[in-house]
């Protein structure tokens, strides 16, 4: 399997803002922490962070070959990445875009959230993926991208091709 790992904006500052939301691991420990237990799971993992949309929607279309910079007689090849799991930070609460994205792909994916949005301001209750995850993963801290990846590599369902 072939994972690919999306943060979004202000994912970067995970650790060092708002400590008592997000905690206070970096985004670096997360990702030095999932490639070690990717490597433990024989998984291959990617990992993209962007503070812009359109960076993100790019990487999503890229995970299935088909990004803005692969030409159209290319298009017919095969994908690339089995899951996506995604922390679209505020993206989540705005975005059809990368809603549009990841449904024009087709790859399955987890919705990941440090913090447990259910017990914030209302509007971060409404998200514009939840309805097509496979998962939706809040309130566990860092060690929901963990439990994300243990279940993309062991127990989603995914095409293998
Ligand atoms: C977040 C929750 C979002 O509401 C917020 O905008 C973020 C981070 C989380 O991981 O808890 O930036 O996705």
Known sequence: R?????NGPNLNLLGKREPHVYGSTTLDDVIATVKSQAL????????????????????????AGWGPTVKSDEIKERKKVSAIIINPGALTHTSVAVRDALLGVDIPFIELHVSN?????????????????????CGMGAFGYKAALEFAAKHMEVRED
């Open 2 to 6: 072939h994972i690919l790992l999306i």
């Open 40 to 63: 433990e799971l024989g998984v291959e993992l990617e990992t993209f962070q962007s503070n812009h949309e359109g960076a993100i929607v790019d990487c999503i279309q890229e995970a």
């Open 117 to 137: 949005v259910h017990a914030r301001e209302p509007w971060r209750k409404h998200s514009y993926l939840s309805d097509k995850a496979a998962a939706v993963i």
